[in-house]
């Protein structure tokens, strides 16, 4: 029985191949106008793709992600450039499961019941997303509850973020990120989601579940999200929801640096599907989250203070008068 069994299995596994092949060629048939639509924005944006990662060290107070003194020992730096490189299927270090405090944070007394996640972009191997982890923690003077999603490579990152932007296949990479999320809308007055790069794709999957849902509608007006460097193609708020709390639905705002690639080919293309501010550097370079941006946003440089997230730095509270209104459709 065991042969036979064995015998009848091979088939299947020989079909397999030719059967993910016809969905991705379904799919690709299905968002050919999407494809052609990217394949235009890397290529007319291609001059900016040398300073994803550079100029190194581009702000005193940074903490860069490739430089070698960010890490506790050489050997994390190491293993961050080595998932970078090297195309191998990993689980995640947090499925919001971590917390990364500020130094010397003293837990808040009873009072707004909030929990912030963070979401990391590709290429992020676990010492690498602890580092922006900790430096969200330093700028914001909060716990963050890190959301890891893991690298398998340059490479295949790079393929599943196209797919999920894309051809929107993206529950591979942020059902486990929703799942988390919505369990914290149920249970908490408050709840902020840090997304950075890749992890803004992820973020438009959740506002589109969320909106979707008939229970978590009710909770959708408790959710803020802060896309940095964001390459997402769209995210939508709910007007109904919006008129009905008196604020944006849930509540958006988008940083980006003018000559980051991946800003320019995302939210920076975009604006027509984007809801919420985008406040943007026009002539500042880089992509990395720790060197290029967190520094900026913590000053205030994106938004000369207006932002509701820059009146969260250093563990102060916004009021209700300042979230910022947004009526354009898209």
């Not at 016809?22 to 050919?32: D, F, Q, S, Y």
């Amino acid at each position: 029985m065991t042969d036979s069994h064995a015998t009848q299995s091979v088939p299947g596994k020989l079909l397999a191949p030719l059967h993910h092949t016809r969905t991705l060629l379904e799919r690709l048939v299905r968002n050919r106008r999407s494809v052609a639509r990217d394949l235009g924005l890397v290529a007319r944006n291609a001059r900016s793709l040398p300073w994803i990662i550079f100029p190194l060290r581009s702000d005193d107070e940074a903490r860069p992600e490739f430089d070698p003194d960010s890490y506790q020992s050489r050997w994390e730096y190491l293993s961050v450039v080595g998932q970078v490189l090297l195309p191998v299927q990993r689980e995640s270090a947090s499925e919001g499961t971590r917390v990364v405090l500020p130094p010397n944070y003293v837990w808040p007394p009873a009072g707004k019941n909030s929990k912030w996640f963070f979401l990391n972009g590709i290429c992020t191997a676990p010492p690498m997303a602890l580092l922006e982890a900790e430096e969200l923690a330093k700028a914001f003077y909060r716990p963050i509850h890190l959301i890891h999603t893991p690298t398998y490579g340059a490479v295949w990152d790079l393929w599943d973020a196209i797919t999920a932007r894309t051809l929107r296949k993206d529950g591979k990479l942020a059902r486990p990120a929703f799942n988390i999320v919505k369990n914290a809308l149920l249970t908490h007055e408050h709840v902020v989601l840090l997304s950075y790069s890749q992890g803004t794709i992820i973020s438009s999957y959740i506002v589109r579940k969320i909106l979707k849902d008939p229970v978590l509608r009710e909770h959708a007006h408790k959710l803020e999200i802060y896309c940095l460097a964001g390459v997402a193609d769209s995210m939508h708020i709910d007007y109904q929801l919006t008129a009905e709390h008196g604020h944006p639905v849930p509540y958006v705002e988008h940083f980006a640096n003018g000559q980051d690639f991946f800003a320019r080919i995302g939210v920076l293309s975009h604006y027509y599907a984007t809801s919420g501010p985008v406040f943007v550097l026009p002539e500042k370079k880089g992509h990395m989250l720790t060197d290029h941006y967190i520094p900026g946003i913590r000053r205030g440089d994106y938004c000369q203070g207006r932002s509701r997230l820059n009146k969260y730095v250093g563990g102060l509270e916004p009021t209700d008068k300042d979230y910022i209104a947004f009526d354009r459709r898209s």
